[in-house]
DNA sequence: AAGACTATATGTATAAAGAATATAGTACTG
DNA sequence: CAGTACTATATTCTTTATACATATAGTCTT
């Protein structure tokens, strides 16, 4: 009998709201990147290449586009299928900065709420 | 000028997803509860009073008792309103023992992207 | 009697993300 | 050179979590 999901957590996406867009803004921060490229690099932050999804992935890059976080271009000559390579703008920046400090705040209330669990479960 | 909200990050919500339903399954742990008078226990977990959504809380927990995680009854006599009181199922503490263990990998892959930020700004 | 507070609930809207699918060019391989 | 695998981007549809607004009603205080 297979896996039959008793926990409802284990119904798949463990997302965390806006994660993926503060770790693109990150991986732009000091070079240039495009799509299909940033999927490894994405596995350092606990992105699998299966688990990724490509279609959040793109559609992730043209909205930051869209908010001014990024610009792109065709890259110029070069082998195999065309890249749309992504740029960060001081916008951009700015916005990682920002997001910075809301991760902090998650963490920390992360921690509160384990810490709560280990003291009521030991 | 008001603040205009240059950053993106900024409007509004900061949410993580299903925390709030965590958080609930925690509270609910040793003792039963009811929704109004849950929030106040909320704010430990970083849950203003003036920022927590009265019909998200109630609406989740509608949902955990169709899941099976919390089991409610109306309170028996008592001063004020009546109040639907919430119990946590064995259900619901296999859930939390799982929850745990994804918010504490959300958890090191927040610090991983605050290291890699570190790194890159100092 | 008026108003503040306690308490629960629902209808509608929005935003983030997944699943599935479409489209093509390039590289390798026999 | 035909077939296959890989690289690369994009769109449509759907689901899920949450917010916003509003409804309802009992209780307490003055």
Redesign the interface.
């Given at each position: 009998m297979k896996d039959n999901r008793?926990?409802?957590?284990?119904g798949k996406p463990?997302?965390?709201?806006?994660?993926l867009e503060?770790?693109l803004l990150?991986l732009l921060?000091?070079e240039i990147g495009y799509g299909y490229g940033l999927i490894e690099q994405l596995a350092?932050?606990?992105f699998s290449e299966a688990g990724l999804n490509m279609s959040t992935l793109y559609r992730t890059l043209r909205k930051m586009e869209n908010?001014g976080?990024v610009t792109s271009q065709w890259e110029e000559g070069g082998q195999g299928p065309k890249r749309r390579v992504y740029e960060i703008t001081k916008?951009g920046k700015?916005?990682?900065d920002?997001?910075?400090g809301?991760?902090?705040?998650?963490?920390?209330?992360?921690?509160?709420?384990?810490n709560?669990?280990d003291e009521?479960t030991t």
């Open positions: 008793t926990f409802f957590c284990n463990h997302h965390m709201e806006r994660f503060v770790c990150l921060y000091d350092s932050f606990g908010e976080l916008d700015n916005e990682l920002q997001w910075i809301i991760l902090k705040i998650r963490k920390s209330r992360i921690e509160v709420l384990i709560q669990y009521k």
